[in-house]
């Protein structure tokens, strides 16, 4: 389909939380320049569709060839992000302000980079637009690295998540053994609802025996004494036991673990102390078996780390921001951008499409049944297949110093 | 000095907490086999001082060219730690169970690789042996991430830490800088008596005026009001703050911030609740200003992380262990391998030596306080002459499925 109109701009935007290669996406898009003649300027906005309402776009067309390049390996959002969501009243006044500044800034296609929350900001966009016959497109570029959007074999974000969760956990494993000390080693992986960020810590195992030896996700519920009764099992065999677990485990009745505690701890200031879960099964482990414990927490250096990500992650990323330029260019609008990993024996490749975002916003898929062990204590080995193309390669920001040189827009100080 | 013997068997230990780049060292040793043909064997002891008696030595001539290689770029111990105090009495029987064992292994120098204690532990085998007129040398390695020695430039195991440290922190930073949102980032850095590894995080600034704006080290006085009083000054001018602090502040009166919370936070099971120095600040900052606040614990990743290790760091860390064969072979003993910086302009170059191990055990060296800023709340731009060249240059594991290979021993199971 031919854009008859002597302009075809681009607006983009980073929404949710930020993981190593949500700036890759971005400079998909902004290469996609090149590959369609039709583009006439790709802008950005800052800090989402909640930012744009009060802050001028960015050209990203000024940023040098350089520049550019430097964006395909610098983690966090260059745009800056958001946490916004839009009402579910069609009269309210944001989505005219949305509209009208839009119309304003002669923009003919968003693209938003986002995970389940934001799939939900472009599938009302582009219902909006289609009440009210705007022929602006909405497209969606997914993003997370929980891996927890339905409709695409897996989102970009993960794989470098994953690498680098099972790196750190295999590195974690070689300290954790050095000590001839009975010791046990908690490892707390992001994951509110989803395990498959945690499941990746199957991949650290060097050897079946090998720890972590235990792995629990939140799709399974959490049994305490029975944990108990494992760990002490183990430790009669071996000096040290490392435990992989989601940060939003949680037992029988639905109750997280990392609640636990709310209840009696406070601190010298009288607020309560949050624990999560991995210090909740540090403290008990400790009272109960009388062993060294520490709990590690990976925090937010899971989704920032982009000094050794994946190569296949990155270029994935950054395809899915070609093939959302590719869409809004059709004439598509109201789609996420999906992919699909084709049946070809020994050989990875995967196609991209498009789903109706409607199908995938607010939606979460959890990490299959079938590759949790039958005690929930372990994953299946069959779950490498899946994982294993999306850690290969390594992407690796340039160096500078000793240091990794990343793009980046001033903070207004 | 020319060995006499038919035989030269040297025997390495390696003590103390792991780090990127204690294998290195380890690697240096055996590679100086190949340099030194006077050697007839190098063996290593299992568990440091403590295993040697319990478990048999491992020959390490027995590893393929492959596989130490491999030690090279692996974290962790390869022969395991300890943690053992050797006692201030030299008629006690553990002095006379090593030296048996050492005599009936054939042994002529043992090298041992670790920190403060462990240089305790290589001055009293040393002093027993001279006291006994033993001819088995021992040389001790300097290794720890603390860079806490004296009486040497710096430690190996800082650079590859540091390194990790400020390029963790630069892209947490970027992490934190996402949301239009005020935002406290606490990130807490290990050193309980020393801000080396803390101090590293001013590297991670790209401009000036950049995050982290706060750095604080245990060689001053933590002042929580003025901390307080900062963060909400900082807060009317930036969005996003970001703080890191060591492990080991302390307020003026000595007592440290890490322990403000021990008497009155329990758990569920009534026992009490660690928080670490970041967490305090977190709780103090939510409780005070009221903002979105995190805190952070760069954790055991900081001392186990070899995916992009210095390679200065590296190679010095071999240079030492092939230093410390030469001087055992030169007959000395009861000596520290030395790193000395040598005043070229424009050039690093180090040179090694020994200096007596007596000197070194059980001494701190503090971070200058002429590299701090007067208010106690920063690290001064003088600082990075020092620490730019020990970050230099890239290593990197090789990769096997998009993963890091080590080389280990299999825990028995």
């Not at 509209?99 to 304003?104: I, K, P, S, V």
């Amino acid at each position: 389909m031919q854009n008859l109109k002597d302009h075809f701009n681009i607006l983009v935007g980073q929404s949710g939380g930020p993981t190593a290669v949500i700036n890759s996406t971005l400079y998909g898009i902004i290469k996609a320049k090149k590959a369609f003649d039709q583009i006439t300027g790709i802008y950005g906005m800052i800090n989402g569709i909640e930012g744009y309402l009060k802050k001028p776009m960015v050209d990203l067309g000024l940023l040098s060839d350089e520049e550019t390049e430097l964006l395909k390996t610098t983690p966090g959002a260059y745009l800056g992000s958001c946490r916004f969501k839009l009402p579910e009243d069609y009269q309210a006044q944001v989505y005219r302000d949305i509209f009208a500044r839009l119309e304003a800034d002669h923009i003919d296609a968003v693209l938003y980079i986002g995970g389940n929350d934001s799939m939900d900001t472009v599938a009302r966009l582009s219902e909006y637009g289609a009440r009210n016959h705007s022929p602006i497109r909405f497209i969606g570029i997914p993003k997370t690295i929980d891996n927890d959007l339905i409709e695409t074999d897996h989102t970009p974000g993960y794989g470098s998540a994953a690498k680098y969760v099972a790196a750190s956990v295999r590195q974690m494993v070689l300290d954790a053994e050095v000590y001839a000390v009975r010791s046990v080693t908690i490892i707390e992986i992001m994951g509110r609802n989803a395990g498959w960020l945690t499941a990746a810590a199957l991949a650290a195992r060097k050897y079946p025996e090998d720890n972590p030896v235990l792995i629990y996700l939140p799709e399974t519920d959490f049994d305490m004494a029975d944990m108990l009764h494992r760990v002490r099992d183990l430790l009669s065999k071996r000096n040290s036991v490392v435990i992989c677990v989601s940060e939003g485990i949680h037992d029988a009745s639905g109750r997280l673990i990392c609640n636990l505690e709310h209840s009696t701890g406070t601190d010298v200031f009288g607020h309560q102390l949050l624990a999560g879960a991995g210090k909740v099964l540090e403290n008990k482990i400790r009272e109960e078996i009388g062993v060294k414990v520490r709990s590690v927490e990976l925090n937010i250096t899971q989704r920032s780390s982009a000094v050794q990500a994946s190569f296949t992650d990155v270029s994935e990323a950054a395809a899915c921001g070609m093939k959302g330029v590719s869409l809004a260019l059709e004439g598509q609008s109201g789609v996420m951008v999906t992919m699909h990993r084709q049946d070809t024996p020994m050989l990875y490749t995967i196609e991209y499409r498009g789903t109706k975002v409607g199908n995938v916003s607010n939606q979460v898929r959890s990490f299959p049944l079938e590759w949790i062990s039958a005690e929930g204590t372990d994953i299946k080995i069959d779950f490498m297949n899946y994982l294993a193309p999306l850690i290969q390669g390594e992407s690796f920001p340039p160096m500078e110093n000793g240091l990794p040189r990343f793009l980046y827009r001033r903070q207004s100080v």
